[in-house]
C-alpha cells in the first residue's frame, strides 16, 4: 500500500508534465514557464534513476514504468525549454534559479537524510525531495509577477502540487510504519505549505471556472 501511494503521486506527476508538454508543443512557446524549475527537476529525476534502483521500488514493474516515463517527460521539457529558450524574457529572481536552488538541495541533503552515516545514498534521495521542493519555487514566482495564470499551466502546477501531497501521505504512512523519514516529510510539507494559496485559488477555478489571478492572493 505504501509504495502504491509513492507511484500513485509520480504518476500524477507524469500526467502533469503531459499536460505541459502538449501545451508547449501546440503554442511552440514557454511564455510564462520557469526554465529553471524544468532544469531543477531534470536533476531531481536523475538523482532518483540512481538511488530508485537500491530500494524496494524495483519490487514491482510499474516503478519501472514510471521512472522511465518521468525521466522521458523531464528530459522533453528541459529539450524545449532550451530550444523555445527565445520565446520567454521573464525568469525567475536570481535567488530563485536553479544554479542557486541546486546547489541549497545539495547542502540541505547532505546535513538532512534519512540514517546515520554522513556520506549515503540516502544523501540522493534527501536531494531528490529538497531540489523538487524548490523547484516549484520559481515558477509560482514568475505566475505572480504575470497576473493571470494561463489555463493549461495553471492544471500543470495544481497536478504538481497535488502528487507531493500524495508523497506526503506516503511518508506519513512510513511513519506509522515505525520508518521515520522525518527530513523527507518536512520536505514535502514546506512544499504544499508553499503552494497552499496558489491551490486554493486553482480549486475555486475547478469549481467556478473563470480565470486564475495568482498575484491577487498577496
Not at 541533503?109 to 534527501?126: K, R
Not at 508523497?167 to 503552494?195: N, P, V
Request: hydrophobic fraction near 50%; aromatic fraction near 18%; charge should be positive.
Amino acid at each position: 500500500m505504501e509504495i502504491f501511494l509513492f507511484l500513485v503521486g509520480y504518476y500524477v506527476n507524469v500526467v502533469a508534465s503531459g499536460i505541459l508538454l502538449y501545451k508547449i508543443w501546440k503554442y511552440k512557446s514557454i511564455y510564462g514557464l520557469s526554465v529553471d524549475t524544468q532544469a531543477a527537476y531534470l536533476l531531481a529525476t536523475i538523482a532518483r534513476c540512481v538511488w530508485s534502483m537500491e530500494t524496494r521500488l524495483i519490487e514491482t514493474k510499474f516503478a519501472y514504468l514510471e521512472l522511465f516515463l518521468s525521466t522521458c517527460a523531464a528530459t522533453g521539457l528541459a529539450f524545449l525549454c532550451f530550444q523555445l529558450y527565445h520565446t520567454t524574457s521573464k525568469h525567475s529572481t536570481p535567488f530563485l534559479r536553479v544554479y542557486v536552488t541546486a546547489p541549497a538541495a545539495l547542502v540541505l541533503a547532505f546535513f538532512f537524510h534519512p540514517g546515520d552515516d554522513w556520506i549515503s545514498l540516502q544523501i540522493l534521495v534527501s536531494y531528490t525531495m529538497f531540489q523538487e521542493g524548490l523547484g516549484l519555487l520559481p515558477q509560482l514566482w514568475l505566475m505572480r509577477k504575470m497576473h493571470e495564470v494561463e489555463a493549461l499551466t495553471s492544471h500543470y502546477v495544481g497536478l504538481v502540487v497535488v502528487a507531493r501531497f500524495i508523497r506526503m501521505l506516503f511518508w506519513c504512512k512510513m511513519y506509522f510504519l515505525g520508518e521515520h523519514f522525518l527530513q523527507l516529510l518536512f520536505a514535502d510539507i514546506c512544499h504544499t505549505l508553499l503552494s497552499a494559496d496558489y491551490m486554493y485559488l486553482w480549486f475555486r477555478k475547478l469549481q467556478y471556472g473563470g480565470r486564475l489571478i495568482y498575484s491577487q492572493s498577496v
